[in-house]
């Protein structure tokens, strides 16, 4: 016992430095001072530096070898940490160094690229990126698949194949529906006005409540872009507010609430130990996709938000709950993945899955990337790619190394596709209780079905633990399909 | 020089490191959600296990031994590392931890047994807080003075002797100027109103904008008891609120101001360094007390907040500029150290003293301090002690282990009179601009004469540098002696 004691004690500590190098990211998006930056940078790589060296510690292995778990918990908790470790130790120190540096570099590049929209000052840097990272997955590959041992980052077990052969299923029937609909001669309004600000952050907040999110251990913020952030007892969201726009505030606070309140309501007994956190980038996003999607964006839910939003700010230009719901679920052409509707998201994610995974097997070179993006965003969407900003330079992801990460986002919409079908067959009135805004049921069900084991099950086993059978697109595409079949009468 | 370097980019991290404990310290105080605080502790733990660790680490030493300064900056920067190294390795890893544990315990004894007015609740954890500090200090004296070694923790180089003898030639002058004032006919009024809670809060940020503190490396949030955290670029001040006593805020803001400033306007090439603060709480002090007292009291700033306060909260209660300084300058019976004016503020401080080292040194036993607190405290004051938070409990410093901390504070007001007779020879026109809230030739003064060092001469040197003169209280009793006599008409 003593070696796994030992053991936890020293993750414990890194686990509460982790936590206080996550909040001083968060206070660096939120209320820092902007003179702070460059102080902020040392700040945080002298973090980087302790952290590092603490998961890197040859002591974690000596631990490990001597280590006798005493139950099933402490057997996940050695598993996590092994796998953790081994991947830290199988990478070059000076290749993380590295890639920290040049990724950190890269990010505000990208920007000032995106700004410019101007494609050839981005390339040279992306090349080093995926470059470093192409070196890093050598590094890991126990089986010479670049792209899996990225993808293992993100989601434990998945792999690329598999992942290709789902996208290949969800595709066909993704694009028929979405042809369906832009060819329905029955298309909704959108939602037009002004929204004052303050009162768009009361009701987000409002609905971050209703959605179970505990601001006795959290609190709501603004940035530029909305996250979450934290784990355990201290799990702080951020929202954003366009006057035009409400749907961009109240929608991105309910997402953040489903990730929010995963980490929340994760088993106090994993406090600050390598299971006190979601299990992976996949359930993670079931989490926050079934919260915004199959809850908020429901024909039950969009009454309650119609009702709370015409008393907040007088009559709607959508005048009564099902034009309102067909509004916020309007489909139409976006060349933004993260403005997208539920049916053409997933369209965008496997177009980023296969480039990606092109260039990370060499098989794409950085200087042919703008082509083969608008290429294939063409055949894909049937619309042109306007300019780089509407392109190849819509997302920070790839500029900051992340590679394998883009098909978790998917995952996360079939994990959820999956989660409400069971939930709806365990609490057969949700519906009427959702429309009066009383989501504890369901909100309940996730908690103790999904949350409460944080990292305790791997990501497929913890959906099948919580709906009885392995995960498959078969929900999702059918939620899909009955739910705009009767939104646009197709 | 290889050394040198390498020391220097180690304390680099560990004053980045400092500075996100620090943040993180704030960060409770004002921000952080409720029920987040057993994961803080656990965090801040971390933290201070990581730095403790840093601080004591045996390469320190090596390279110490084997640095090559290049400079008389380099110079001082080893010699700061070495005193405190030195310090830091003297105290044994047990009793450093163990007075980590019992000192954060005791202040939550502390203020339960405030609320309740229980001495004798405190009593016992504060018998353990002395006897710690004393075995401490026996382990840090080189000459076997407990309570210099305790001091200099605070003041380096200052004396328990020279404290007295400075306390004694102040005492008889002070004394009996306040027994003319309370004497005196000729008494003011107090300001009376409600101040409203947003017009205090603005104004507090004009004052804090006047007196030259820099909100774009920094920003101005409430908490309970005001103070200012970090170092460099960025330095955050808090503020409190209270509707019947807006002095209170708007002081309390200028008195953090004069630390904040202090911290921001250290010489960028010592920032991330061990010279990159200031350079002992007795100064700190003083930069905070000249703000404070000799600008923020003085009969030409108050003519300034006298027509700012008219204007944000109309017609006041004393209804002239005359008036209205008498009300800020005020002396009246306190029990409160916080509380009081600037002629009795030294007393208690003194009193503070007296006792402190006779605990330290084993002449008084913590079951005699009430009794001895008490008795002093009407010798001096002429009033008795009603209750113990009006009393003995009044103060967390001693919970937290504070000894030798209670004199920096009369230092700062001793060399803030210094500075201030300096300043003003410097600077004939200095009373009319502040009299149009025009504060920037003084405190440009001040930045250039003092805070631009930070901790690059030693405390009393700092002051001789910027006055051309060492330190003395004759300044201060002076200046005390004139404005009161003119206030009150004596």
């Known amino acids: 016992m003593a070696a796994y004691d030992d053991l936890m004690a020293y993750q414990r500590t890194t686990e509460a430095l982790s936590q206080v190098a996550g909040r001083l990211g968060w206070d660096q998006e939120t209320i820092m001072p902007r003179g702070a930056a460059e102080q902020r940078s040392e700040e945080m790589g002298a973090m980087e530096e302790i952290l590092h060296a603490r998961r890197t510690d040859p002591r974690i292995g000596d631990w490990l070898a001597a280590a006798k778990p005493a139950s099933e918990d402490q057997k996940a908790q050695l598993r ?24 950190s570099r890269a990010q505000g590049v990208w920007a000032e690229a995106r700004g410019n929209e101007d494609v050839a000052a981005f390339l040279p840097i992306l090349g080093q990126v995926v470059d470093l990272r192409r070196q890093e997955a050598a590094a890991l590959a126990s089986d010479g698949n670049l792209y899996d041992a990225l993808l293992n980052d993100y989601e434990p077990g998945a792999t690329g194949v598999e992942i290709s052969e789902l ?21 909704p309004d959108k939602l037009v006005g002004q929204f004052d600000a303050d009162g768009q952050a009361k009701l987000a907040e409002t609905l971050a409540l209703t959605f179970g ?10 940035s530029v ?10 799990v702080r969201i951020t929202t954003r507010v366009s006057e035009s726009d409400p749907f961009n505030c109240f929608y991105s606070t309910i997402h ?73 679920n309007r489909v139409s052409p976006s060349h933004i ?69 883009f098909p978790t986002y998917s995952l996360g919409n079939v994990y959820a596709g999956c989660l409400f079908e069971a939930l709806k067959a365990d609490i057969p009135g949700h519906e009427e209780a959702v429309r009066k805004g009383e989501l504890s049921a369901v909100t309940d069900w996730l908690r103790d079905k999904v949350q409460v084991h944080g990292g305790l099950y791997g990501p497929k086993e913890v959906i099948e633990r919580a709906t009885g059978s392995a995960p498959t697109e078969e929900p999702l595409l059918s939620y899909l399909e009955a739910k705009f079949t009767k939104l646009y009468d197709l």
């Open 80 to 103: 996590k940490i092994r796998r953790t470790y081994e991947r830290n130790t199988k990478v070059p120190a000076d290749l993380a160094a590295e890639l920290a540096r040049v990724t």
């Open 167 to 187: 996208f290949g299923r969800m595709r066909p029937r993704l694009v028929a529906l979405r042809d369906k609909i832009m060819g329905a001669s029955n298309q």
């Open 213 to 222: 999110y505990n601001t006795d251990r959290g609190r709501i913020d603004r």
């Open 225 to 234: 872009h909305p996250f979450s952030s934290g784990s355990g007892l201290d």
């Open 256 to 328: 953040e609430v489903g990730h929010a309140t995963y980490e929340q309501n994760v088993d106090q007994a994993f406090l600050l130990t390598p299971l006190g956190g979601g299990v992976s980038m996949g359930v993670h996003e079931s989490q926050s996709r079934i919260y915004e999607n199959q809850f908020g964006r429901s024909e039950a839910f969009t009454q309650f938000l119609f009702e709370k939003m015409t008393a907040q700010f007088g009559t709607l230009s959508t005048p009564d709950p099902w034009a309102f719901y067909r509004a916020v």
């Open 337 to 405: 993945r993260t403005e997208s509707d539920e049916v053409q998201y997933n369209l965008h994610v496997m177009m980023r899955f296969d480039i990606e995974q092109k260039l990370i097997s060499g098989q794409l070179d950085v200087a042919d990337l703008e082509e083969a993006w608008n290429t294939q965003f063409e055949a894909d969407f049937g619309v042109a790619v306007d300019k780089p900003s509407n392109g190849v330079l819509q997302d920070v992801h790839w500029s900051v190394g992340l590679f394998g990460y």
